[in-house]
């Protein structure tokens, strides 16, 4: 029988492809630029030291079957504070819906579903660009996809008039998605007066915000800092949606641990969503796995390791910082004609480096460095040891 006759390939994820690419090339000195997670001054995966330490103390003490509802909850509320911040009114007076998730991913697609669920026939406006599966995401859920102005690519910075033409024009009541801190992928983040601004006319078109958080800490190495966005939503009494994700700032990328929260306008409300939040994860996949939500639960609530995991995002982020000037100081120092100093005002863990398609292939044909097509470098891959290598190929194909 021919069940499956008229399935067709799927197109591949530009990242993959770039993976693939690099794994399969002999060159002993070639560099992936396409990788989203942190790896240290040597190139390596980096697990921080206290999740080392959760994990032994884990090992020791913990009793894996404890109750999983209270452990979850836990995990929400310290995730939460995280985000809201540890006194906001949310948090004290309990105003939020909240849920494990598979990963930003997954907190992500719940979110979609529950739209979807609820707001039939919405749309979620994306910022132009974004991370490229946050199209996937809520094309799955079948909810129609615009786009709003975002990157400015003549400045390399934020186009914000155009932003703010957009969310004025937008229907009232619009979904708009948002990255809070170290935008994926063009590192370019809006100012917190500039958010001010944002989340003021978002309250003149009662417009929705969802906040996608990837990468908390990544932008200042300051988890309060880089959550201002939220919390100047927060001030003007917005009802918002947020994404978290510990892959990044916890290294936990295999762990998929994440949390979708809302916002609601009551005790009662908080928990008639989370009921429905529940039953759409709990029909998709049940619940995550209790490891990882356990590993970030005791981090989180153990002051001596939340203060270590604090010293070690600002480790992560500082050592990405000194990399970025880094590889502008090397194409300056090489007289590069072009002007660099986006490489130092973007920030978080992405580069858009305004290198063109072309540009990109050349850097693969000829000196073996990998990177979508887009040019957006992971600065978290650049090292003190290929950071000259990969100024001079840049340089090379720019001149
Ligand atoms: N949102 C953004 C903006 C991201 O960049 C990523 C990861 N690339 C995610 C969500 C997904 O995170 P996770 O790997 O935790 O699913």
Redesign the pocket.
Same mark, same amino acid.
């Given at each position: 029988r021919g069940w499956w006759n008229h399935v067709i390939p799927a197109p591949k994820d530009p990242i993959v492809s770039v993976n693939e690419a690099f794994l399969a090339d002999p060159f002993p000195h070639k560099i992936n630029l396409g990788v !989203?997670t942190y790896r240290d001054d040597d190139g390596k995966p980096f697990i921080p030291r206290c999740v080392r330490e959760a994990e032994a103390k884990m090992e020791r003490s913990i009793d894996r079957n404890s109750n999983s509802s209270a452990v979850t909850s836990k995990f929400v509320l310290e995730s939460v504070k995280l985000a809201y911040g540890n006194d906001s009114y949310v948090v004290r007076e309990g105003l939020f819906a909240g849920v494990p998730a598979l990963? !930003? =991913? !997954?907190a992500?697609r719940l979110f979609a579903e529950f739209q979807r669920h609820f707001y039939p026939h919405s749309q979620i406006y994306l910022p132009d660009p974004t991370?490229s599966n946050h199209h996937n995401i809520w094309g799955q859920a079948q909810l129609p996809i615009k786009t709003f102005h975002y990157y400015n690519p003549d400045t390399k910075g934020l186009d914000f008039a155009a932003l703010i033409h957009d969310v004025k024009n937008a229907p009232d009541c619009s979904f708009f998605l948002l990255?809070p801190c170290a935008h994926?992928p063009t590192g370019v983040d809006p100012t917190e007066e500039q958010w001010r601004e944002i989340s003021y006319q978002f309250k003149v078109k009662n417009h929705f915000p969802f906040f996608?958080m +990837?990468y908390q800490g990544f932008s200042t190495g300051d988890l309060d800092k880089d959550a201002v966005a939220l919390r100047i939503f927060l001030e003007d009494e917005h009802l918002i949606g947020c994404a978290q =994700?510990f +892959?990044k700032n916890m290294g936990l990328?295999g762990h998929k641990v !994440?949390c979708l929260s809302v916002v609601c306008q009551d005790i009662k409300q908080a928990a008639t969503v989370k009921s429905q939040l529940q039953k759409i994860a709990h029909s998709m996949y049940s619940s995550p796995h209790i490891h990882g939500i356990l590993l970030v639960t005791m981090i989180l609530s153990d002051p001596d390791m939340k203060t270590l995991w604090r010293k070690e995002i600002n480790v992560m982020a500082k050592r990405i910082q000194t990399m970025r000037s880094s590889l502008r100081q090397s194409l300056e120092n090489l007289d590069s004609s072009f002007n660099w100093e986006h490489i130092t005002t973007q920030g978080g863990m992405f580069c858009f480096s305004g290198l063109t398609a072309d540009q990109v292939k050349l850097l693969e044909k000829l000196f073996h460095i990998y990177m979508t097509p887009d040019g957006r470098i992971s600065m978290a891959a650049v090292t003190t040891s290929n950071v000259k290598y990969l100024a001079n190929a840049i340089h090379h194909v720019t001149r």
């Open positions: !989203g990963s !930003g =991913t !997954g992500c991370w990255h994926n996608d +990837a =994700t +892959a990328f !994440g």
